[in-house]
T-cell receptor, first 114, second 113 residues
């Protein structure tokens, strides 16, 4: 079956510390993958997307970076976290194609930078 | 670039009453439209989507949405809400030439007994 995994579920990190969030999908190959951030009281902001290994597109200039070292693995990173990086991070995977596509979301990571 | 506006930040509705959530989009062509629901601390679940054809779309959990091109709207409705419908609802629009979705700010629905 096709599933998406995201971890950790909750993370509390001090300002200036590094970050690594991981997202993996199962049951598919060469998926389109996306990182979204949801800040308190705001909608979802697309941060990065990837259409293949090593291919990363950044939507918003920021303190974060993304990598796709394997076909079904998508990693969100930061070298030094800022308070403004706090939020709920969601990984998504495009399922389907053409007029039948949609997104399946992971369960999210709640990041609090203190 | 496409964008979505959800005018209502928070709606409170009585259990058994009807619910309508508003969504207005901006896109230069016929869009792909989606409604997602998010329970607290969880990811997003797809309720329904519109690509073409019949402008009234049926989804899961008894929800439906109607695409109105003239109003650039895609409002979500449910005739009778249940306490379990309390959640945050997101409208999203996708372009036809790529697979990036733009989301609205969301509407939080509270259901009172």
């Amino acid at each position: 079956s096709q599933t998406i995994h995201q971890w950790p579920a909750t993370l509390v990190q001090p300002v200036g510390s590094p970050l690594s969030l991981e997202c993996t999908v199962e049951g598919t190959s060469n998926p389109n993958l996306y990182w979204y951030r949801q800040a308190a009281g705001r909608g979802l902001q697309l941060l990065f997307y990837s259409v293949g290994i090593g291919q990363i597109s950044s939507e918003v200039p920021q303190n974060l970076s993304a990598s796709r070292p394997q076909d079904r693995q998508f990693i969100l990173s930061s070298k030094k976290l800022l308070l403004s990086d706090s939020g709920f991070y969601l990984c998504a995977w495009k399922v389907g194609a053409g007029s039948g596509y949609g997104y399946t979301f992971g369960s999210g990571t709640r990041l609090t930078v203190v | 670039a496409q964008s979505v506006t959800q005018p209502d930040i928070h709606i409170t509705v009585s259990e058994g009453a009807s619910l309508e959530l508003r969504c207005n989009y901006s896109y230069g062509a016929t869009p792909y439209l989606f409604w997602y629901v998010q329970s607290p601390g969880q990811g997003l679940q797809l309720l329904l989507k519109y690509f073409s054809g019949d402008t009234l779309v049926q989804g899961i959990k008894g929800f439906e949405a109607e695409f109105k091109r003239s109003q650039s709207s895609f409002n979500l409705r449910k005739p009778s809400v249940h306490w379990s419908d309390a959640a945050e609802y997101f409208c999203a629009v996708g372009a036809r030439n790529d697979y990036k979705l733009s989301f609205g700010a969301g509407t939080t629905v509270t259901v009172r007994a």
